[in-house]
């Protein structure tokens, strides 16, 4: 079950508007190495997983990267951008071969770690982009969010290696909810 809080995971603030930046960070919204394509591939390739850690794993950082999609959007607003579609930076828009759809366990993690890697990136790669010390600093909670999850993710691909045992699974679930507790 998903439930939707008014309150963003991150207080969004700008010091000046900024439509040049605010296009940028449209590739976070609706780019290849999206927030959307993430929270997308993490929807999809739960349904084939019978792992119920890994599963739920999955549907948790699923639902943040959504809250991360809301972040931007407010953040693209508040800096004067243009109005949101699902298209990218370029206006190419959003596709569905954005996202793997795989259904080998493994291969799913290994593309997802790939993914987080790669959303990282990027996001350092904007980061050099601005000089509004509130941006910055967004950017910097999405970059430790994104790590966040790639450790987990590799966590998780080391106990699927060694068949870890339902504690274990069970403390891969409790860190990251423990993970939410510094944001409230």
Not at 40 to 67: C, K, P, T, W
């Amino acid at each position: 079950m998903f439930k939707y809080h008014k309150r963003l995971f991150y207080p969004i603030h700008v010091e000046r508007q900024d439509p040049t930046f605010a296009k940028v960070l449209t590739e976070h919204y609706a780019g290849i190495d999206s927030e959307l394509s993430s929270a997308l591939q993490y929807f999809n390739q739960r349904s084939n997983i019978s792992n119920r850690h890994v599963r739920e794993l999955l549907g948790l950082i699923a639902a943040e990267e959504l809250g991360h999609m809301e972040l931007i959007s407010v953040a693209i607003h508040k800096l004067g951008g243009p109005p949101l579609t699902l298209e990218n930076s370029q206006g190419m828009p959003w596709k569905t071969n954005h996202i793997d759809q795989s259904s080998d366990i493994m291969n799913i993690l290994q593309v997802d770690i790939q993914a987080e890697t790669r959303a990282s990136s990027l996001y350092q790669q904007h980061l050099k982009l601005t000089n509004d010390l509130y941006m910055k600093k967004m950017i910097r909670f999405l970059i430790t969010r994104e790590k966040l999850h790639k450790y987990l993710l590799k966590k998780a691909q080391t106990l699927m290696l060694r068949n870890g045992s339902p504690e274990e699974f069970n403390e891969l679930i409790y860190a990251y909810k423990m993970s939410l507790q510094v944001l409230e």
